[in-house]
């Protein structure tokens, strides 16, 4: 039997949702800023929280980890959409720990890359790897 669980890599969980803000205000700021219209300035607001999105999307890997009973699995799938592993990233021992998992992000490091995983698969990430089932 196999446990399957979702993390995420690159900048942290929590800065995400700063990088679509900082977008809204700074471009409605500068465009207010500028002499341009109310209209104007909420479009580039918007625009620009679209643009903070795309950013933070591409400063974000998400990985597909696979717990069996021979090892552990690192997966990579697409920044932009998809949940189709692309490549592996790494092939673990048995044995390997994926970490003391606790709060909504838990951080933990796997294969070299510091990882954050969502309270929604810390159920699955407990069960020691060789003592599945």
């Known amino acids: 039997m196999e446990r399957v669980l ?3 890599g690159g900048i942290n969980p929590w800065a995400q949702g700063g990088f679509p803000l900082v ?3 700074g471009v409605r700021a500068v465009a207010i800023a500028a002499g341009a219209s109310s209209v104007v ?5 918007v625009l620009g929280a679209l643009a903070g999105a795309v950013i933070a999307a591409a400063l974000t890997t998400r990985r597909v980890l696979i717990a069996t009973d021979r ?3 690192v997966l990579e799938y697409g920044r932009f959409g998809g949940a189709k592993p692309t490549k592996v ?3 673990l021992p048995q044995g ?3 970490g003391s998992l606790s709060g909504t992000w838990a951080q933990t490091e796997l294969a070299g890359e510091r990882l954050w995983v969502h309270k929604k698969w810390h159920g699955d990430a407990a069960v020691p ?3 599945l089932g």
Do not use: P
Not at 41 to 45: E, I, K, S, T, V
């Open 96 to 98: 390997t720990a994926i």
């Open 23 to 25: 977008g809204l205000i």
């Open 89 to 91: 990233v790494a092939r």
């Open 6 to 8: 979702l993390a995420q």
């Open 41 to 45: 300035g909420a479009l580039g607001g």
């Open 129 to 131: 790897v060789g003592r």
């Open 71 to 73: 090892g552990v699995v």
